[in-house]
């Protein structure tokens, strides 16, 4: 009885830890958490009752920062960033809201910078290292008021999307190099809202048209980052500028034009090697929120590259909880982190799918003797998810009496199949500026892709290349022999000034790729917005009655006044 009473406390115990880290915003990139039973019990809220930094030296030993583990929590973010001997970390002293007596002090509220001026209270602001300031008091029965959750985001560009989170302004005095993206606290107060199990449902609008716009290659860093080839409206070199300040504004006026319906993000979110992920993630979303958009997102190689970056299933937990968004990690039994798919249905209340959207984790960079750089081919585990669930999405579709609607079906990842560089490849509409990277081994998820009536697929990665082409196919349906086109493969192009959107000594404009389906004709077509131009670029009809259509080449001058 009494170990199954143990074992009974461990697991509460663990299962405040976990919830106590999700408030702190701490999604470490090795944490391995022990499976937990089911319970029903309710997990009490945690409550922040004090906070400190901690600075560790090589040179001071041993620590005289030592605090009780069963209290102090450690947000798993290095203050320096790495870039010192020693070592600084934030440290939140955390109560669970059922034990708390009337003698316990809450923290209410906190400062940085110089001391606020004391309340007519009577309550003192307390000093803590960093130039923090504390203000505490008794428990009054209520926490709706007290501080919740504590965080650490990095640059002065670092924005805070989560709703009831304030980023404060001032950062944490920490003497650390003048080049290293400055921290910053960012504070939760009460209880936070729970995110909905149901999620709205994406529909077409009452005219039958639903509007993509894919946003690949962000290339985000932890700070402002460096932009090295940016070029004006009339294409002259421009100097080194802050790169993600202008990624953010790029995205906005696009959001701003455009107001789709959904944005993809398709991979290369982060850049390889950043030292603080869930920083330069939030500046990537920030926009897509404020705009009140739903978004998804794949990864690319680089978004979980790095000794400190944070891992696929960290960010993807990051993602997740965050409004608006419609990511998912996808069947454990899948290989990858992000494999899953999305359903556009007909106007309310109708529960009938239109349109289906298919997401997968292309992977990464490895080692090989074939090819530099080679990937990580698309595995057959992804292959086998992807034909059972639209077989079995047709096959739900059969069953209902308006199955004679058209279906527009597209498939997005981050690294192109190698179908993007075969040479019989029929460019239509855009550049191929740059060789195609992709894998040496061709898994033939190109052919699922074929046989399941996929429509099109985009990709992003390489960031010059922006052309959408067909690869005609010799393929046999319902006894037809007639050589089917498609799907067609479309290259985003690069959105984030971060990334290259050079070739050689050539500099491009930076782009998105826009999706405009119509459900009531079962048309598809797609165009580009590309820096200073006005008006769309390359727009092209990619399918018409529900079918991929072959139009013709069209002439490579005029479409556009701008460096396309």
Same mark, same amino acid.
Not at 111 to 118: A, K
Not at 245 to 259: R, S
Not at 437 to 458: R, T
């Given at each position: 009885m009494f170990a199954l009473k143990l074992a009974s406390a461990v697991v509460v115990l663990l299962a405040v830890m976990l919830r106590a880290l999700e408030f702190l915003g701490v999604f470490p990139s090795k944490m391995v958490t022990s499976s937990i039973p089911h319970t029903t019990a309710v997990v009490a809220h945690p409550v922040v009752t004090d906070l400190t930094v901690c600075i560790f030296s090589p040179t001071v030993c041993p620590s005289t920062c030592e605090l009780d583990p069963r209290i102090w929590h450690r947000i798993e973010k290095e203050l320096y960033l790495y870039t010192s001997r020693?070592?600084?970390?934030?440290? &939140?002293?955390?109560? +669970?809201?059922?034990? #708390?007596?009337?003698? !316990? @002090? @809450?923290?209410?509220? =906190?400062? &940085?910078?110089? $001391?606020?001026? +004391?309340?007519?209270s009577g309550h003192l602001w307390e000093s803590r290292p960093g130039g923090i300031w504390v203000l505490r008091s008794k428990f009054s029965g209520k926490i709706d008021q007290a501080v919740t959750g504590v965080d650490v985001l990095f640059g002065v560009d670092a924005v805070d999307p989560r709703p009831q989170w304030a980023l404060m302004r001032s950062s944490l005095q920490l003497n650390a190099q003048p080049k290293v993206p400055v921290a910053r606290l960012s504070v939760l107060h009460g209880r936070a809202k729970p995110r909905p199990d149901a999620r709205a449902a994406l529909r077409v609008r009452e005219d039958g048209k639903f509007k993509i716009v894919q946003i690949s290659d962000t290339h985000m860093v932890t700070g402002v980052g460096v932009c090295k080839d940016a070029i004006d409206a009339h294409g002259n070199n421009l100097p080194e500028s802050e790169a993600d $300040? @202008?990624? &953010? !504004?790029? =995205?906005?006026? =696009? @959001? !701003? &034009?455009?107001?789709p319906d959904l944005v993809i993000l398709t991979g290369d979110q982060l850049h390889h090697d950043i030292s603080d992920s869930q920083s330069a993630l939030f500046k990537v979303v920030a926009p897509i929120i404020e705009h009140s958009i739903p978004f998804a997102a794949v990864f690319g190689n680089h978004d979980s590259e790095g000794i400190h970056a944070l891992s696929r299933t960290a960010q993807m937990s990051i993602l997740q909880n965050l409004p608006f968004s419609l990511c998912e990690s996808g069947p454990e039994q899948v290989d990858g982190i992000g494999n899953f798919y999305l359903q556009v249905l007909a106007p309310a209340p109708s529960q009938f799918p239109l349109s289906t959207l298919y997401f997968l984790d292309s992977h990464g960079q490895i080692p090989s003797k074939i090819r530099n750089p080679d990937y990580d081919p698309i595995k057959q585990s992804q292959i086998d998810w992807f034909t059972n669930t639209s077989q079995a999405q047709r096959n739900a579709r059969k069953k209902d009496d308006n199955d004679n609607r058209f279906h527009l079906s597209l498939a997005f990842l981050h690294i192109p199949l190698p179908e993007f560089g075969d040479g019989n490849l029929n460019i239509r509409n855009g550049h191929r500026r740059e060789p195609t990277?992709?894998?040496?081994? +061709?898994?033939?998820?190109? !052919?699922? #892709?074929?046989?399941?009536?996929?429509?099109? #697929?985009?990709c992003g990665h390489d960031h010059v290349n922006d052309f959408c082409a067909l690869l005609p196919q010799q393929t046999q349906q319902d006894g037809d022999k007639t050589p089917q086109p498609g799907p067609w493969l479309c290259y985003g192009g690069g959105s984030g000034f971060g990334g290259y959107c050079s070739y050689g000594r050539k500099r491009f404009h930076r782009r998105t790729r826009v999706w405009e389906l119509d459900t009531s004709t079962g048309s598809l077509k797609t165009w580009k917005r590309v820096e200073y131009a006005i008006d769309r670029v390359d727009e092209l009809v990619l399918v018409e009655n529900g079918a991929v259509v072959d139009p013709p080449v069209e002439e490579d001058e005029g479409r556009s006044c701008v460096v396309s």
């Open positions: 020693q070592s600084a970390w934030l440290y &939140v002293a955390l109560a +669970n809201e059922e034990e #708390l007596a009337a003698e !316990d @002090l @809450l923290v209410m509220d =906190i400062r &940085v910078g110089e $001391p606020p001026p +004391n309340p007519s $300040p @202008l990624t &953010v !504004d790029f =995205i906005g006026k =696009i @959001l !701003d &034009v455009e107001k990277e992709g894998p040496s081994f +061709n898994s033939h998820f190109y !052919d699922a #892709l074929v046989k399941e009536g996929i429509l099109a #697929l985009g």
